[in-house]
């Protein structure tokens, strides 16, 4: 994980060990309520997604190899 400020927000990458091949397919549905097709539940990325906008900021797909996801949050002012 790396994390920056830019622009008085934060912006976060996380990178995963998800198969490439798998969310490639899935690239569409990724944040979608059991849309990955995978093992779990598949409602994990959504609450997320759902988090980051709660916060005012946004979640998405940044890369599909290696899996990378951007984090974007609103900073915080004194």
Not at 15 to 21: K, L, Q, S, T, Y
Not at 24 to 34: H, M, P, Q, Y
Not at 49 to 78: K, M, N, W, Y
């Amino acid at each position: 994980m790396t994390a920056r400020e830019a622009a008085g927000a934060v912006v976060s990458h996380v990178a995963d060990e998800a198969d490439e091949w798998t969310l490639t397919l899935a690239v569409g549905t990724v944040f979608a309520r059991g849309g990955t097709g995978g093992s779990g539940t598949g409602i994990g990325l959504a609450v997320a997604r759902e988090l980051a906008e709660a916060a005012g900021g946004r979640l998405s797909l940044h890369r599909a190899g290696p899996t990378t996801f951007t984090l974007l949050l609103p900073g915080v002012r004194d």
